[in-house]
C-alpha cells in the first residue's frame, strides 16, 4: 500500500487519552506520516513523549481528534467537552468505547453529532481492522472523514452496534478476566494457562500474555464498564486481577 503524504497543519490529527493507546494511535499516525499533536492524561506516564508534538490545547484547525480515555469517566468527560468546543462543526472526534457506549457519551455533548466510537485497546491497533460505531446522531459526513482516516493509517474497518467494549476489547477482557479467575483458584500456573489456550484454541497470544500487553488496568476498566452497563454476573472481575492491577497502578 502506497504511503499517505503527510497532511497539512490544518488537516492534523490531535490525540488525548490514556498514555499508552495515545503512542500506539500517535505511532501510527507518524508511520502513515500524518502530521499529529497529543496530550496525555494527568498522572498517566509520558516518558515516551519527547519525539511527539505536544500540545495542553486542543489545536482548533485540527481536522480530526481521538479521545482515548478508558481509565476515568471524568477525564473522559472533561476531554470530549473541551474537543467539542475547540473543533470546528462537522469534525469528527473518535472516542474509545472500549468502557462506555457512544450514547451515554453523546449526553455529555451539545450537539453529539461529531462523536464515532472505536474500539480503543493498546496492542489492538497492531491489527488491520479498527471497529467503529457512530451514535445515533452521527452525520454521514463525519463517518465518511473517520473511514478515510482509518485508510490513511492502512486499516480496514467495520461498523459495530453501539455497546461498551465493543467486539474485541470485550472479548479478549472476559478471557483474561477467566484466565485470573483459574488462576486464583489454582486450576493453573500462567504459563500452562497460556500454552493451553495458544495450542488448544490456535491463539497467537494466551490470556495471560494479552493481559500484560493490554495493561491490567485497562482490562479491568473495560470490565468495570460492561458491569455498570449491563449489570451481570459474568462480568465482575477476578479478586486477584482487580489486586494486581492495583498493585500495578500503584508502581506507577
Keep these: 500500500m502506497a504511503r499517505s503524504r503527510a497532511l497539512p497543519a490544518r488537516g492534523g490529527v490531535f490525540i488525548t ?3 499508552p493507546l495515545v503512542m500506539e494511535y500517535a505511532s501510527e499516525c507518524e508511520r502513515a506520516r500524518i502530521a499529529t499533536t497529543v496530550r496525555v492524561n494527568s498522572g ?3 516518558k515516551t513523549l519527547s519525539t511527539r508534538g505536544r500540545a495542553q490545547r486542543v489545536p482548533s484547525s485540527c481536522s480530526i481528534a481521538v479521545e482515548l480515555t478508558n ?4 477525564t473522559k468527560q472533561k476531554n470530549l467537552r473541551e474537543l467539542s468546543r475547540r473543533l470546528a462543526p462537522g469534525r469528527p472526534i473518535l472516542t474509545s468505547a472500549s468502557t462506555v457506549c457512544v450514547a451515554e457519551q453523546s449526553q455529555w455533548l451539545t450537539p453529539p453529532r461529531q462523536l464515532i466510537g472505536i474500539a480503543a485497546l493498546p496492542g489492538l491497533l497492531q491489527g488491520r481492522l479498527v471497529e467503529l460505531s457512530p451514535g445515533e446522531g452521527t452525520g454521514s459526513a463525519v463517518l465518511a472523514e473517520a473511514q478515510e482516516f482509518c485508510r490513511k493509517l492502512g486499516k480496514e474497518w467495520a461498523l459495530v452496534q453501539d455497546s461498551p467494549g465493543m467486539v474485541m476489547p470485550r472479548i479478549l477482557c472476559m478471557l483474561v478476566n477467566e484466565a485470573y479467575f483459574a488462576l486464583g483458584e489454582r486450576t493453573a500456573e500462567p504459563s500452562d494457562i497460556d500454552t493451553a489456550m495458544r495450542l488448544g484454541t ?3 497470544r494466551g490470556p495471560m500474555e494479552w493481559g500484560e500487553r ?3 488496568t485497562q482490562v479491568c476498566a473495560v470490565l468495570d464498564g460492561l ?5 451481570e454476573d459474568r462480568y465482575r472481575t477476578a479478586p486477584l486481577l482487580r489486586r494486581l492491577a492495583g498493585a500495578s ?4
Excluded: M, Q, V
Design 17 to 19: 487519552g490514556d498514555s
Design 44 to 46: 498517566s506516564p509520558a
Design 71 to 74: 481509565t476515568s469517566l471524568d
Design 202 to 204: 490456535n491463539y497467537p
Design 214 to 216: 493490554i495493561g491490567l
Design 227 to 231: 458491569w455498570r452497563y449491563f449489570g
Design 249 to 252: 497502578a500503584r508502581e506507577r
